[in-house]
Structures are given as structure tokens and as C-alpha cells.
């Protein structure tokens, strides 16, 4: 072969880059765990709920105490609403769908902030589900990107 021919084997002019496949990771159980972990934290947000709308006498403090002063019972509502809301997610974050990672984490802040308004009733529970919505947060954004390898 001389120095003057050119290989067929060469990309033709022109093509651009191809990227790398992704290749599926250890690190994707994580978005699994964090779609595990909203369906648990709908389920937390749902027996929040109904204590808020059947046991107003449970809380800490009075519906004045809280940094959003409405009662119980609406309050019970918002997280039984929530509840609906981030057990579908959840299970759509398992099931790899990519408008879920989004979802999950505007879910998760919202969760969070509710929790952190609701903190005065329950602080201990409230604080506990502030820390599981961060962790949803965690796992879906750093390694939501991921999951598209596994389907």
C-alpha cells in the first residue's frame, strides 16, 4: 500500500462525532431506590393526611403554631393530595419513564416545603421526610441520566 491511497475503513467526510453508548451502571439502582422511596414517602403523606383530617388532636401545636395557618383538615387534604401525586410518579420513575425524573424532583422540593411548613405539628416525622425528599432528589439527578441505558 502506498503512502497516496486512502482506506475505505475511514469515516466518510463530513459525518460529525458519534457519541458513546451508554452502558448501564450500578449506580442506576439508585433511581430505582428513589422510585421506591417516593412510593413510600406518598404512603407516609397519606397517613399524614388522614391523621390531619380524622385526629386533630394528635399535632404538636394548634393550627396557629404552624407557619401556614390553615387547619388540620386542609392540611390533611394538601397531603393526601400529594400522596396521589407521588405514588403515580414513583411508579413512573420505576418504570424508566424521563418526564418522571422531572416530576420526581419538583415533587420532592415540593414535599420537602410542605413538610418544612407542616414542621411545628410533627417536627420529628416532618424532619424525616424533609431528609427522604432530599435523598429522592440525590438519586434522581445524579443518576437519572442512567436508567435510559437499562431499557
Request: with cysteine; aromatic share 12%; proline share 3%.
Amino acid at each position: 500500500m502506498s503512502d497516496t491511497e486512502t482506506s475505505s475503513a475511514a469515516p466518510a467526510r463530513g459525518t460529525g462525532y458519534t457519541p458513546p453508548e451508554e452502558v448501564a451502571t450500578g449506580w442506576a439502582g439508585w433511581v430505582v431506590f428513589g422510585g421506591v422511596m417516593l412510593i413510600m414517602i406518598g404512603a407516609f403523606h397519606a397517613c399524614e393526611g388522614f391523621v390531619a383530617i380524622f385526629d386533630e388532636g394528635f399535632y404538636a401545636v394548634t393550627e396557629s403554631g404552624l407557619a401556614v395557618e390553615i387547619d388540620y383538615t386542609a392540611w390533611g387534604w394538601v397531603h393526601l393530595a400529594m400522596s396521589a401525586l407521588v405514588i403515580a410518579v414513583g411508579v413512573a420513575l420505576i418504570a424508566g419513564q424521563t418526564w418522571a425524573r422531572v416530576a420526581a424532583v419538583v415533587l420532592a422540593v415540593l414535599g420537602a416545603l410542605i413538610n418544612l411548613a407542616f414542621l411545628a405539628a410533627y417536627p420529628v416525622w416532618s424532619t424525616i421526610m424533609i431528609v427522604l425528599n432530599v435523598i429522592v432528589i440525590y438519586a434522581t439527578v445524579v443518576h437519572g441520566r442512567e436508567v435510559k441505558a437499562l431499557r
